[in-house]
């Protein structure tokens, strides 16, 4: 083979003296699953990862991301990077950038929806094309017209306060006119055009402030002028020396405020005005330790161990394994305090949005910090402010969901992953990450310190730390009060006796002993008034006609929603099936219990924390902040009352059903079951008065049951890890779920046996492979979602994901380390 005429080795000479890079596509389906190598041009040299770039993709332009070096596909013409977007520099972090690439190849999530995740929502939706007016440009060219002349000066006016998005350019031309205008004021050096993010959704929120500048006060003003003039003169001083400039006009006329502006009486400036959902909270002292109090041993022991871990002698997670009201967010707090004094930020990671506001209480009463606050419950606009100051490192500690791991940070020295148990840390989108493992790499790739608090480790996390990876300190004490006496109530004989309410004896009782300023929770795992609405007739039970799930029903609102899909529907006054008006509800959720307990203690004040209360933004915060300062005596909830409430007023807990999820298909049931019974008992007796738990239950006899009457988790973490083992399951395998959704039944399990077949031949001609095991297609627990029938396939061995070559695409999903099998 020839090598080709001169000038093309010329190009191939000039291609390969080009830097590679990898960029990630932000494109839908097959085309964003990997990514593509570009070359960089001599004028984009500086160009690195994390950058947003423009790319030539099929036969558009695409936004990409610089993920690294790249390498050129042999016989392949690397097509160049055709400019960069400007975006305040690189859009992520090194470290973020290597988080990122450690999150993509450990779940196999495509690579730009594994950075779309680490960015505000909406950020990538939009480029813009902004102008700016380029300050001493000179014009050039063929001499305009003069009305071409009067439309260019009306755009260079118009730019004359900062840049603008072409967008916001108003002209009679239309766009393309008005686009091939700005490029030639661009070639003529009078214009700078480029690509942005900056004006994306989310993007930053600006006033626009008058001022009143140093230029005499002319003799000769308009009325409407000098009252302009002396309220600005007025608040020169004051502590707030601009006005707002709408404000201004409203009083004064848009008019007055541009004069003034051209006469240089005038500062017009356009500030951000930054997005805070503290704002407005103050500082909230609830459960800080006294200033003089000093720690327990095992406090210290712990702080010492973080030390260690801060030093590099022992890297190892720490499991903070200490009894409900051990005092671990003491722990938390002083740690912090320790990296903060070295210059150095922190992370603390909590499982759902209503236990981060008393986390964050406690944490700015005692440390007086700037924390930033990322969680899904913020506006667009706000977690894309607290984006952009964890990003500029104006934060001292980040604070949130499993969100949070995802944050900008530029370095951490300590990472928190409270509850660390909680099954909220896992994600059920791409990329379907789990926070506390994601936690985990993040320290080892910053160097810092991981701690995972919990009073009821994973099963995963204690046989981690019986064999020695993780390092356990104990925190078998109450750091104040006293544990709860426990009484397990079987609700088999309540019933026996003719008790068919909600309520056994011996809780009603509690609940009217109850005296000021005592308060109680009350937990009940489900949503809702009625669990089931069927039939006396023909004994049908209303279900979702898209997931086949029973509806549950809500007195609010009056519907029926189904609480895997969400989809709400209208009550049925007589049976789809016979027609009958004989419709019963039966079962009972937290709408349920709440009327409940209204209608029989009317002087008690109760309030109601579910899911369906954290969806109304600001809910959750109002109902924390009513219990916690006692204007609340009850409060009613799911296991969202379980976790991070430390009241020493709360006395009373009682678990009004320990069996909703203990009989689930899925071998975590008894552990979560054991888990929710354990943090639920835990929020009583915290203060001086002791504590009592009730815990009703059909199946007082189950070893989870059993292990929490007794307080003796020892027993239950025995068997639970041995049936683990049994069953080849974490900690010692991994465990790969596949789900394929097809219309067609018949189809989607026949692609499952596909699958497994395959799957199965790869493990056989693999030596390294021959611990793997492939077992299904198995229906999923909710089998038909959104009319699509789901089957799944689980793969278990010590690498499940070196079985698989690629990540399959539609209508395939893959969920590696699956928090459930269900």
Known sequence: MGTGTAPARDALRDQSEDRIVAVAIDAAGAAGTRSYSYRVPPELRSVGPGEAVLVEFGRRQALGIVLGPGAAAPGVETKPILGRVRADGPLLPELSMRLAAWIAEHYLAPPALTLRAMLPPGMLERLELVAEARPGGKAGGPEPTAEADRVDEAILDALASGPRPVRRLETAEGRPALLRRLRRLADEGRVDLEWTL????????YLRIARRTTAPRPARLGPRQGAALDELEAALASEVPAVPAPELAARHGNGTIASLSRRGLVELEAVEQPRRPLAGRGVKPRGSRPADASLLPEQAEALAAIDQSLAGTDRRPILLDGVTGGGKTAIYSEALRTVLEAGRPGLVLVPEISLALPLIDRLRADLGIRVGVVHSGLAEGERADEWRRIRAGDVDVVVGTRLAILAPLADVALIVVDEEHDPAYKSDRTPRLQARDVAIELGRLAGAAVVLGSATPSVESEGRARDGEYRRVRLP???SGSPP???????????????????????????????????????????????????????????CPECGRPLVYHQAGGTLRCHHCGRAWPLATRCPSCGSSRIRYLGGGTERLEREIRDRWPNLRVGRLDRDVVERRGAAARVIDDFADGRLDVLVGTSLVTKGLDIPTVTLVGVVSADVALNLPDERAAERTYQLLVQAVGRAGRGDTPGHAIVQTYQPEHPAIVAVGAADPSAFYDAELELRRQFSSPPFARLLKLTVALADRDAAEAAGRTMVADLRSRSAARPSMDQATVSGPAPAFIARRADRWRYNVVIRGPDPVGLIEEAPGPPWSIDVDPDSLL
């Open 477 to 479: 004490t109450r750091a």
């Open 485 to 543: 006496i426990i009484e397990v109530v079987d609700l088999r004989a309540e019933l026996a006796a003719g008790n068919t309410g909600m309520l056994s004896r011996s809780l009603a009782a509690a609940i009217e002993a109850l005296e000021p300023p005592e308060q109680a929770i009350l937990v009940i795992n489900r949503r809702g008034t009625a669990s089931v609405v069927l039939c006396r007739d023909c004994g049908h039970v209303q279900s």
């Open 198 to 205: 900056l004006e994306a959704a989310g993007g930053p929120r």
